[in-house]
């Protein structure tokens, strides 16, 4: 069973960028899919970005289409959200997550098995 434990959280203006980071006990990519999620108050979890690792795919939900990517350093055992052009709507807390279930490539909560513990994003001048 895989650990994972998130970074990089914190407080960022509008317009400003930030880079999460998952570190994971073995290597990410072992996985059938891995992705990063968030939960704002009082909303359910959502899938935000989430990358199949047999063909390299991506699903990106349309809320951060052009804004946020997915990567990893399978060697670091880590993978990265980038996050760019950041609204105050971005605010949530972002958990990285695995899977092997197929199903994990639509990104949805309910395909995934192993999940970090979270990391705060404010988005607020």
């Known amino acids: 069973q895989v650990q994972l434990v998130e970074s990089g959280g914190g407080l960022v203006q509008p317009g400003g960028s930030l880079r999460l980071s998952c570190a994971a006990s073995g290597y990410i990519l072992d996985y059938y899919a891995i992705g990063w999620f968030r939960q704002a108050p009082g909303k359910e979890r959502e899938g935000v970005v989430c990358l199949t690792s047999s063909d390299g795919s991506t699903y990106n939900s349309d809320s951060v289409k052009g804004r946020f990517t997915i990567s990893v350093d399978n060697a670091k055992k880590t993978m990265f959200l980038q996050m760019n052009s950041l609204k105050p709507e971005d605010t949530a807390v972002y958990y990285c997550?695995?899977?092997?279930?197929?199903?994990?490539?639509?990104?949805?909560?309910?395909?995934?098995?192993?999940w970090g513990q979270g990391t705060q994003v404010t988005v607020s001048s």
């Open positions: 997550a695995a899977t092997n279930n197929p199903w994990g490539s639509e990104c949805g909560t309910h395909h995934y098995h192993y």
